[in-house]
């Protein structure tokens, strides 16, 4: 079956094929515009199916630049509190406003990321016009599966445009360029979104090649749609359509897997519990193919003893590291004692530059503890993948600007260094595994929060303790590197009896949200729909400034602007102020 990897190889040949075409017309005098082609080359199979791969490759983000990356590393996850940005305050400082929640709409950064969001959007309209424009290019059956992957896209881009922005302009393959240039940013965007899933889902096939989106993936699109509009009934349907039926697009059905480590391992990627994926590649001859937008996030200055050997920009918060925390039942306390004295997690940063220990001296953590912890961040003194045991400061750039741990999701392993790596650039950092923008797990606790909202908390509480009986049963909790086969820390996890009310329940699959996919760009967003991100980051500012002072002191999280990040100045200034409103508060 062919792979989105062999398809991306073999578009490239088409269209050069086509450009070596055309070089031998007589018509020489019409010479087209060097590297590009007509719509006449591209009103074909082959070249509709170059445009669909060029929109597939927009996932990946379009301009190099790693804040457009698709796994919102920033603006999900350091915004969210479950990270913080890394090395130190000089290096990237683009950054150290907008973690402070004082971003400037003259951020670039910003710019960028609204620049390749609706380059994806332009890529998925000039698909489906070139077929609109090509009546006898495609087959029905051709017809109905790209246009639906090009809908499919096109409803995931303008997704991200919605929840990063709120308000933005929205426009299909029907309008013409000029036309765009004067839309408001006042488009009814859920609208957009709803149409284009429910034509994904109506006419894209459910088993296709691997990385392809399928019907599946539209359909849990859709009810993550409405899941965020708050239309909970609609939500359970798909999402019950989705837990009942839903495959992979290589048609296994979907799953958790066993391992979570295989979660974010190169190996496994196109595995049962991917339900949408970014796919990577290395040896193309551009590392923009690999997960580029990872290259500033592996531990800092390892050497050869770990991945990467650079810089240290994406370390999970000591706050996250504290709710990992769990009771002697092996539940977490939900009542935010997990950042009380008492249950703070045991960190080299507090041994050493809070309590003024000698680093060769700390004891790790041997109290309760959910073993996603381990799967989540590396923690000194204990074995990172299969490189050495995490070393401590010697992986951190700076202990008071950036905290104690290093990430460990979507980390390549030592085994895989120059196999599942690109080690043609400037760092040996761009790995190969797949970004999954939704998988199953994330699945099942979204359908749980809509089973609360307007359904059933039995059925709720099967889907919390599926994620959570994965964790329990695990038999490949991170093992002591002592050769010894016990685990390497005290790992108690299980799972809930009841959810109680249903404001309990709440706050339960909330936080099992956190658990399960910190670190994979949710959190920011999770937190602004459910309307409690002023009162929780603002906690966990307060939190996290008692040791990074010079990072959060005096920072906060404004209520009423802050949910969104603000429309871009240089596309007011493109488009006009009367065309496009800034959000509220900038």
Request: proline share 5%; with cysteine.
């Amino acid at each position: 079956m062919m792979t989105i990897r062999k398809t991306k190889q073999l578009g490239i040949i088409a269209l050069s094929a086509l450009v070596l075409g055309i070089s031998c017309s007589d018509e020489f005098l019409e010479v087209p515009p060097a590297a590009s082609l007509g719509d006449a080359q591209l009103g074909t199979k082959d070249g509709i199916e170059g445009l669909l791969i060029g929109t597939y490759a927009a996932l990946n983000g379009v301009f190099g630049n790693r804040f457009e990356g698709p796994n919102h590393w920033i603006t999900g996850s350091i915004m969210g509190g479950d990270a913080n940005k890394g090395t130190d305050a000089g290096d990237y400082s683009s950054i150290n406003p907008i973690q402070r929640y004082e971003t400037d709409p003259t951020s670039g950064d910003l710019n960028n990321l609204w620049r390749g969001r609706f380059e994806g959007v332009a890529r998925a309209n000039r698909v489906l016009a070139t077929i609109t424009n090509s009546p006898d290019a495609l087959q029905p059956a051709d017809l109905a599966r790209i246009s639906g992957e090009a809908r499919m896209l096109r409803g995931h881009f303008y997704f991200d445009l919605k929840k990063h922005f709120g308000n933005i302009p929205v426009f299909d393959e029907t309008i013409p360029p000029d036309e765009v240039i004067v839309l408001p940013n006042n488009g009814d965007a859920w609208a957009q979104i709803e149409a284009d899933f429910q034509y994904a889902y109506d006419n894209l096939p459910a088993v296709t090649d691997a990385g392809r989106v399928n019907k599946w993936a539209a359909a849990a699109y859709m009810g993550k749609a409405k899941l965020y509009q708050g239309k909970f009934g609609e939500a359970i349907t798909w999402f019950n359509d989705v837990i009942s039926n839903g495959v992979t697009p290589t048609g296994e059905k979907y799953a958790l897997l066993d391992n979570i480590a295989e979660i974010y391992n190169a190996e496994f990627d196109n595995h049962a519990e991917s339900v949408m994926d970014v796919e990577s590649a290395n040896n193309t001859g551009s590392t923009a193919n690999a997960n580029y937008f990872d290259d500033l996030n592996y531990p800092y200055n390892t050497g050869p003893d770990g991945p990467g050997n650079c810089c240290g920009f994406f370390q999970p918060s000591i706050e996250l590291g504290n709710s990992y925390r769990t009771g002697a039942d092996g539940l977490p306390l939900l009542d935010g004692s997990y950042n009380d004295p008492a249950n703070e997690v045991a960190n080299n940063f507090k041994w050493v530059v809070v309590d003024g220990n000698d680093e060769a001296s700390f004891v790790p953590d041997a109290n309760p503890l959910d073993p996603r912890i381990d799967f989540a961040m590396g923690r000194m003194g204990l074995p990172y993948l299969d490189w050495i045991d995490h070393p401590g400061s010697a992986w951190i750039r700076s202990f008071p600007y950036a905290g104690p741990y290093s990430p460990k999701k979507y980390i390549y392993y030592k085994s895989q260094e120059n196999t599942f790596t690109d080690g043609s650039s400037w760092t040996r950092g761009y790995a190969l595994m797949n970004y999954t923008i939704i998988r199953y797990a994330d699945v099942l606790l979204m359908a749980a929060e809509a089973e609360i909202e307007a359904g059933s908390l039995a059925t709720a509480l099967d889907y919390i303790n599926q994620v959570r009986r994965r964790a329990a049963n695990s038999e490949f909790w991170v093992k002591a590197s002592d050769g010894s086969g016990a685990n390497a820390a005290n790992y108690v996890i299980s799972e809930y009896t009841t959810l109680g009310s249903q404001e309990q329940a709440r706050e339960i699959v909330r936080f099992e949200r956190k658990l399960e996919l910190s670190g994979e760009g949710h959190r920011f967003f999770d937190l602004v729909r459910w309307g409690v991100a002023a009162e929780t980051i603002n906690a966990y500012l307060g939190y996290e400034s008692q040791y990074l002072v010079t990072k959060f002191g005096g920072a906060s999280f404004t209520a009423g602007k802050s949910e969104l990040y603000p429309i871009p100045q240089a596309q007011i200034d493109i488009q006009g102020p009367d065309v496009l409103t800034q959000n509220p508060g900038y």
